[in-house]
């Protein structure tokens, strides 16, 4: 399908692609009936400027007419006058009991819906916080094109007026015209949301377009937060980019020079400091605030050209005060004419500012255009194209770009621009879940070839988002050469289902259509393994966790004088999370920064100790243990606590850590807000006088779990893991190994952390013991030693517990007598005699009174003393339910091969030489509901073979090296002797279709020559439909179960043969209670078939695989 529209002289090309549908019934899927219908509507014009869609079927002039004729005044059912369309969170309970809504004609007299034309001075904002949407109307005052499109000039308070409005948005692809009627809600008789300026209080065009759009997003609640882009785009539909200031194109006031003289609107943001709030700054400004941007220019001041740009606050008030304000001596060193044409001194909220103070107060631009062409100075026209899809199978587009001679470089810096805008599929907007999104753009040479993971493997993208970001729209624009061109648009995760647009503006002329299409976020893991090959995710680059970067952030607010407050993690009750205070508690909490509770706080204070700090009320033992074992190690510590930040002359209440998860070093942002009650903190607080290092780090480590009761209940081996980033190994002590000691001694000496827990008792929660010790607690190893005690060699451990109190009263505890039997020196050396939870305990007693050691290193080294180095491999994979979850064989599959370092392998470099990883990741913001399976892997000799093993492979062959059974953890680790060759490594979670992702990491003494997963993609081509007549049938391929059988027996595998039971089988696991199966499931299903193309499957032979 082509629409064709007209602007300029400029043909626009746009195209529809829908995806196949299948049935096994005879009766059409849900929705293609009505998909045939919205498809013939696009062919004549629906959802043009000309022909918009009507709102919930509304139609303005029926509806008017209807109340002309029967002399009524309309009132909207869709969009009722009650307390539904106002929303929840706007109002206070009695406050929303008062409202009356009430007709402008009862509020002022002769109400008008215009009057002589439209300004940005003609509104205020109101108690909504919808500045955005209001700057957005700013910017739209000064194009009448625009204005005309949104806000139809058939209607007003004449003789036509029946209480009935309508205005236009463009809303995903398609224009609506929105019918509302004009009660409008008020308190004591005044307008509680968008209001008349005070100047002219008849004219109602701005509250009534804030209604129309408030019934778009489902109510006024729905308009609270949002992007000056949405706004923008919905007024005028086309090319929209947004810009970063920091740092700035070069050329940007230029760019916005030009797009000012085009159809275009402009609109810009401050960085938000404190969450919900609009804070007024020193310099007159409001952070986290949206403005209009409604002009730019160029004057002449002491002789030397100046670029200004003029700014709109919608509040109406409240201006910028330094350099070209209103009232800055400045404007007196420029010529009376410069003066005259830009100098308007009124508090109105406009303003004049210079460029260099807009980059540096502003975070972004926004800028939406009919068309691109103010991107440069060329005098070349712009062709576009739409498409629409569904993020899930990550469709790929094969974009051809036309070769045409009058097109040169020298013509403009861009002759590309894309845009993917996700839909909203839910009536209210703050509902709609704004996935992170991008899109990747890469050079093909034969459109003829389906597009496989290999593809993606061998080749860079040409183009492609800086990053993956959560907003409505996400464009880019560039320089393409002609050729052919994939575009594939992403979610940031798999799985995530979402519809959008993709829209491509081209100097050239553009044919798009879309291609085969992968598993879903292949491609995404291809580009994430890219990146970090490039360094993204190291120690030295790591992720930005949330987006936010720690230096632009304090260097907002030192330049503001502002005290950081962290919008993502607010310092209010649901950080703190349930279960770990009683509500009359909750209730009391007050969140502080360090030096509102003691004079001169630090950071640290003469370095770090695990006696800097106690546990407070939270269970996170474990989490604590794993910081006094971090304390022995400065590379570590430097890893995880950054050195750059304190409370000195750079103090902006901003800190930030960094931790490894899953595969990424993230840096975590946190203001220094820390919960308290009755000036006491609740939870790690400083044992030394002002050092807040570590009730800083827990709180880092909360936001990255989702709150502090997240933190509840742990593992040692989770934190040691996050903080080191190395390779994780514990130990059983009712069967340790017998050179334990040994490794203990060894790992001391090496960068390692070390801790232990003591066995459950009884009773849930933790006991103490007779013997000092508390049960089910965690512990860190903070140090081993022999001495000589009687003549005889004693093996000792230093135990800490983070309590800072409760110690082993036992043999070799502080006041031991055993003491008095070694020497003055090793006295000296171990023994401090001090109530500080730090304890000695003999290795034999270690080993009867504690049940798991875990150790965490940068490197396998301290395993054993041979003189090899390790060589490591990295992994990311996913077990996705109903294709890599369900039996054993269809588990994701490694082909590993190692060879030997020397010559010749001998088994004088250690019995054990191999070390497997098995990490599953958190897809949960909070950690409490990232369920842990029971997960292993198997090790197999591989066999020459060219795909995926099959089930009867692995019903053939034992495994030559396995884990535990299935341990319920987060990580687990194994190691064991493997001689050089080839193996399959196939992780697997206990249960069928349990899906997760995870990390797989393999440590070697012998060189790791070549690893990869077998990918298993579709071969087979989905044939078109029969020609029968039926277009409907043709165009979405739908199949009864007599015709999907043929296509999977005939077209789809070679040689596979789906007999009757076969397919009775397949319906009854694949299809819904209806017989109706999915595209979602029929993708699945084409994944199972294709996996046993490689087994040998007849009509009479198994069908348990499949099933």
């Known amino acids: 399908m082509v629409l064709l529209q007209h602007w300029k002289g400029v043909q626009w090309h746009s195209g529809l692609v829908l995806g196949p549908a299948f049935r096994l019934t005879k009766m059409p899927p849900p929705g293609v009936i009505l998909d045939i219908i919205e498809h013939r509507r696009r062919v004549e014009g629906a959802g043009s400027l000309k022909n918009p869609v009507k709102f919930h079927r509304q139609d303005f002039h029926t509806l008017r007419q209807y109340c002309l004729d029967n002399r009524l005044r309309f009132t909207d059912g869709s969009f009722p006058p009650d307390s539904s369309s106002i929303g929840p969170g706007v109002l206070k309970d009695h406050d929303l009991a008062r409202v009356v809504w009430k007709r402008p004609w009862k509020i002022v007299q002769n109400p008008c819906l215009i009057v002589q034309g439209v300004s940005r001075f003609d509104f205020m904002q109101g108690k909504v916080g919808d500045c955005w949407f209001l700057a957005s109307i700013g910017a739209m005052t000064f194009q009448k094109r625009i204005l005309e499109q949104v806000l139809p000039t058939d209607q007003g308070f004449g003789n036509d007026y029946a209480g009935i409005f309508h205005f236009r948005f463009w809303r995903f692809g398609k224009w609506v015209d929105v019918v509302i009627d004009d009660k409008l809600p008020t308190l004591d008789g005044k307008l509680i949301f968008v209001h008349p300026n005070r100047d002219n209080e008849v004219e109602y065009w701005a509250p009534l377009l804030e209604k129309a759009y408030a019934k778009v997003c489902g109510s006024y609640a729905d308009v609270i937060a949002g992007s000056v882009s949405e706004g923008l785009m919905d007024f005028v539909g086309e090319a929209y980019v947004g810009f970063i200031l920091k ?122 255009s009919l068309s691109p062409d103010y ?226 706080p630090h950071l640290i204070v003469d370095g770090v100790s695990r006696f800097d700090f106690g546990q407070g009320r939270l269970g996170d033992c474990w989490f604590l243990a794993s910081i006094g074992a971090m304390t022995f190690q400065k590379r570590i510590l430097e890893q995880v606590l950054p050195t750059d930040q304190g409370f000195g002359n750079d103090y902006a209440g901003i800190f930030h850590f960094r931790f490894w998860r899953f595969g990424k070093w993230v840096d975590v942002v946190v203001d220094d807000k820390l919960p308290t009650i009755n000036n006491t903190f609740i939870f790690v607080h400083p044992k030394t006088a002002g050092e807040f290092w570590a009730a800083l780090l827990e709180k880092a480590y909360a936001k990255v779990c989702g709150s502090y009761s997240d933190m509840a209940i742990g593992y040692l081996s989770e934190a040691m893991l996050d903080f080191t980033g190395g390779v994780y190994v514990g130990f059983n002590l009712r069967r340790p190994p017998p050179d334990l000691w040994d490794i203990m001694h060894r790992a001391v000496k090496h960068i390692s952390l070390l801790g232990c827990l003591t066995p459950q008792g009884q009773k849930s929660g933790n006991a103490v013991l007779p013997n000092g010790l508390v049960t089910g607690h965690a512990y860190a190893v903070t140090g081993v030693t022999q001495v000589i005690s009687y003549g005889q060699p004693v093996r000792l451990v230093r135990v800490w517990n983070p309590w800072g109190q409760a110690e082993w009263t036992g043999d070799w505890s502080d006041r031991s007598s055993l003491w008095q039997s070694v020497s003055l020196e090793d006295r000296a050396r171990c023994l401090q005699i001090a109530d500080n939870g730090e304890f000695w305990i003999s290795l034999d007693s270690f080993l009867k009174n504690f049940c798991i050691l875990e150790i965490c290193c940068l490197s396998p080294n301290f395993l054993d003393d041979s003189k090899c180095r390790w060589a490591s491999s990295f992994h990311d994979g996913r077990w996705v339910a109903g294709v890599t979850a369900e039996t054993f064989w269809t588990n994701p599959q490694y082909l590993v091969t190692v060879t030997a370092t020397g010559p010749q392998y001998t088994e004088h470099h250690g019995l054990r030489n191999t070390l497997v990883t098995l990490i599953q990741k958190s897809d949960k913001t909070h950690r409490h509901l990232s369920p842990n399976y029971g997960i292993d892997f198997y090790i197999y000799v591989f066999q020459n073979h060219r795909q995926k093993f099959p089930s009867s492979f692995f019903y053939g062959h034992n495994p030559v090296a396995k884990a535990e059974s299935f341990p319920v953890a987060r990580e687990m680790t194994a190691y064991f002797q493997l001689k050089p060759g080839k193996y399959i490594i196939v992780p697997s979670t206990k249960h069928p279709n349990e899906a997760s992702s995870f990390v797989l990491k393999i440590f070697s003494k012998l060189y790791i020559l070549a690893e990869f997963q077998f990918c298993h993609h579709l071969g087979a081509q989905i044939p078109a439909a029969p020609e029968d007549g039926n277009s409907a049938k043709k165009k979405y391929m739908e199949v009864n179960a007599e015709q999907l059988q043929m296509l999977l027996n005939e077209k789809v595998i070679k040689g596979f043969t789906v007999s009757d039971g076969l397919l009775n089988l397949i319906a009854l696991r694949y299809s819904s209670s209806s017989g109706e199966l999915s595209l979602e499931s029929f993708i699945f299903l084409l994944l199972r078939l294709d996996c046993m193309d490689t087994e040998e499957v007849v009509s009479t032979g198994s069908t348990r695989s499949v099933v």
């Open 247 to 368: 740092p700035a194109l070069s050329y940007l006031w230029d760019l916005m020079d030009r797009a000012k003289k085009y159809v275009s609107l402009m609109g810009c943001a401050t960085l938000a400091v404190t969450p919900g709030e609009d804070t007024e700054l020193p310099n007159g400004l409001v952070a986290g605030h949206a403005y209009a941007v409604t002009g730019v220019a160029q004057v002449i001041s002491h002789g030397h050209p100046v670029k200004l740009v003029r700014v709109w606050n919608p509040w109406g008030f409240t201006e910028w005060k330094n350099d070209w304000s209103d009232k800055s001596p400045l404007w007196q060193t420029v010529s009376e004419e410069n003066r005259r044409k830009c100098l308007k001194d009124a508090d109105n909220g406009e303003f004049w500012m210079s460029m260099q103070d807009f980059l540096e107060n502003f975070c972004e631009l926004h800028i939406c």
């Open 375 to 600: 991107l440069d100075d060329s005098e070349c026209c712009w062709t576009s194209s739409t498409q629409e899809e569904t993020f899930w199978t990550n469709p790929q587009y094969l974009v051809t770009v036309e070769n045409e001679t009058q097109h040169t470089e020298d013509q403009g810096t861009a002759n590309m621009l894309v845009s993917v805008i996700q839909k909203s599929d839910k009536k209210h907007r703050h509902l709609a879940t704004m996935y992170q999104i991008g899109f990747y753009v890469f050079e093909f040479q034969n459109s003829k070839q389906r597009f496989p993971a290999s593809f993606f493997n061998t080749h860079k993208p040409v183009e492609q988002t800086k990053t993956l970001i959560s907003a409505r729209g996400v464009p880019k624009f560039f320089w393409l050469r002609p050729g052919q061109y994939i575009i594939v648009p992403s979610t940031k995760n798999p799985n995530e289902a979402s519809g959008f647009l993709l829209k491509i503006f081209s100097k050239f002329k553009v044919f798009v259509e879309l291609t085969k299409m992968p598993p879903p976020g292949v491609i995404l893991n291809i580009i994430e393994h890219r990146r970090r090959a490039e360094g993204e995710g190291s120690i030295e680059n790591p992720v930005k966790f949330h987006g936010q970067d720690f230096h632009t952030l304090r260097q907002y607010c030192l330049r503001n004088r502002l005290r950081f407050t962290d919008g993502t993690f607010p310092p209010d009750s649901s950080s703190i999370g349930p279960g770990i205070m009683e509500d009359h508690d909750l209730a009391r909490v007050v969140w502080r920064r360090p030096w509102e509770v003691v004079k001169n």
